[in-house]
């Protein structure tokens, strides 16, 4: 199957600090997805983005799946940014199951 | 919408007891699916289905059953629990190219 890694795994930041996740993925894909798990276990989609770039507020991410990777970018982050993103991909006609990294821990301190 | 609704949030068995997890959907999305999460393992894929009366295996399906009889339901059985089974349970949902929305867990404790 698909190798997804994750980096780095752990993140610890000042607030306003920016910062930049990467993924990379073994294989090619048509479906990559980011999400971040809050505190309190919540799995929160970011973005759908299997190729491109697409910009929220003070996210962003960008795929390249040509060369297998794709980026997550937050700016001026906030404590609330907290907690662990996760990247996701497939690769069968839209209805196979998204094989998961093991995510980013990201710490933004006060 | 309610989104992707999971019952119970909180779970303890004994070893060899069965028990089935509940997941419902109120956006009409085919593709459905349960994973696990264990620490520093991420999410691992157990099974889905693409549709009422499809399902297929993902990466541990052992010890699990599913059944989708409908587009809104999405049950998980164990059918004789496990200790390893001890876990965090998520279902999902989304269109085939679309984004995924997951439930908001069930903790399982297996004795």
């Known amino acids: 199957g698909i190798q997804v890694e994750q980096s780095p795994p752990d993140l610890i930041l000042q607030e306003g600090a920016n910062s930049t996740l990467r993924c990379n993925f073994s294989?090619?894909?048509?479906?990559l997805q980011w999400f971040h798990q809050n505190p309190w276990g919540q799995l929160i989609n970011l973005f759908y983005?299997?190729?491109g770039t697409k910009q929220n507020g003070r996210l962003s991410a960008t795929t390249v799946a040509t060369e297998r990777y794709s980026l997550l970018y937050i700016s001026s982050s906030q404590t609330t940014d907290s907690g662990v993103y996760f990247c996701?991909?497939?690769?069968?006609?839209?209805?196979?199951?998204?094989?998961f990294g093991k995510g980013t821990h990201l710490i933004i301190q006060p | 919408n309610a989104g992707v609704t999971q019952t119970p949030k909180f779970q303890v068995l004994k070893t060899g007891q069965s028990m089935t997890l509940q997941c419902a959907q109120d956006?009409?999305?085919?593709?459905m699916s349960w994973y696990r999460q264990d620490p520093g393992m991420g999410l691992r894929l157990i099974h889905y289905?693409?549709?009422?009366?499809?399902?297929d295996q993902g990466e541990v399906p052992n010890g699990y059953n599913v059944s989708r009889s409908t587009t809104e339901d999405f049950p998980l059985r164990l059918l004789s629990a496990a200790p390893s089974q001890t876990s965090v349970y998520f279902c999902?949902?989304?269109?085939?190219?679309?984004?995924?929305?997951f439930g908001p867990g069930t903790r399982l404790l297996v004795l």
């Open positions: 999902a949902s989304r269109y085939p190219w679309g984004t995924q929305y």
């Open positions: 294989d090619s894909v048509n479906n």
């Open positions: 983005i299997p190729s």
């Open positions: 996701a991909v497939g690769k069968g006609g839209g209805a196979d199951g998204l094989t």
């Open positions: 956006m009409n999305h085919e593709y």
């Open positions: 289905s693409v549709g009422a009366g499809i399902t």
